[in-house]
Structures are given as C-alpha cells and as structure tokens.
C-alpha cells in the first residue's frame, strides 16, 4: 500500500521542524492523530527526498586535535633547498645528516632510552 506522503506533508514538516519534537514524537503523534504509519527510516529517506533537516549540515573546518596524528594528505610537502655551489663536497655543511639524526627526524624519540633505577644494589 502506497502511503500518503504528499497529504501529510505539511503537518509532519510541522511537527518536526517548527514544533521541534524528535522523530519518534511525530511517528507516535501521526500514528495516533491521523492513524499513518511508517517507519523511522520511511521518514528520515521522506526528509531527505523533501530537503528537510533539523540541524545545520555545513562542513565544519578539519583540524588536527591533539592527541590525533595527521594523515599525509593534511601535510603539504616543500621541495628542499638547493644545495649551495660555494660549499666543497668533502664539507661538512653540505653533508646529510648522520644517521642518529635520520632516525630521529622519522620516529621521534626512537634514539632516547631511560636510565633504569634498581631497587637492589
């Protein structure tokens, strides 16, 4: 049996939005008021057909809350800077860094150990 969506329209936009009751409210009121029945998910799939939602659906802006790590798609990348003509190659500025330092900059903490304290002697 088809339902009459289009003739209670109207009062269910009502119900919902300007009487701001929740959903369960204005299957139980229709039920009991006009005796129509439908789902949750008859109305929510009706709601979405008719452009109605009860609370803001703008995009809020993405961050990075601590505690989270940010994926590769939320870094930008920089080219490195070009290497310096005036330095000599046997240099030491012109070198890359030792590799203690690699390791650091791609797992920090990684080359850090802690001094274990004993209880005994």
């Not at 969506?5 to 119900?15: F, G, L």
């Not at 979405?48 to 961050?63: F, L, T, V």
């Amino acid at each position: 049996m088809t339902k009459q969506w289009d003739k209670y329209r109207e009062i269910i936009i009502a119900e919902y939005k300007d009487h701001n009751k929740p959903l369960h409210e204005v299957r139980k009121f229709m039920v009991v008021r006009y005796g129509f029945r439908a789902s949750t998910r008859a109305y929510r799939s009706r709601f979405d057909k008719w452009g109605i939602h009860k609370y803001s659906r703008r995009q809020r802006p993405r961050s990075v809350s601590p505690g989270t790590r940010a994926s590769a798609s939320d870094c930008t990348m920089r080219a490195s800077p070009q290497p310096n003509s005036d330095v000599d190659e046997g240099s030491s500025q012109g070198a890359s860094p030792p590799d203690a330092t690699r390791i650091e900059l791609l797992n920090p903490g990684a080359g850090i150990t802690t001094p274990r304290v004993g209880l005994g002697k």
